[in-house]
């Protein structure tokens, strides 16, 4: 049962478009960390973002969440 909620998928962060969350997702995959995006509308069909709709969310196995957000959090200091 305690290896369920280590494999539950919990959302990371979300961000504007496709582009960064690849960028985000090879960042985790390089550390070991699995992800998963999910956005809520192709880019392809509405290529800009306008009020969330480019938003993209990403997704991590909750035994990796603090992992992941330390890389994500030393990725967005360096911007």
């Known amino acids: 049962m305690a290896d369920e909620k280590e494999d539950e998928l919990v959302e990371l962060t979300k961000v504007q478009g496709e582009f960064e969350a690849q960028v985000l997702k090879g960042m985790l995959e390089s550390e070991g960390i699995e992800s998963a995006i999910r956005a809520g509308i192709s880019q392809s069909i509405l290529p ?3 009020d969330g709709l480019g938003e993209v969310k ?5 035994k990796d969440l603090a992992r992941a957000e330390a890389v ?3 990725y967005r200091g360096h911007e």
């Open 72 to 74: 994500i959090e030393d």
């Open 58 to 62: 990403i997704f991590v196995q909750s």
């Open 48 to 50: 800009f973002t306008v």
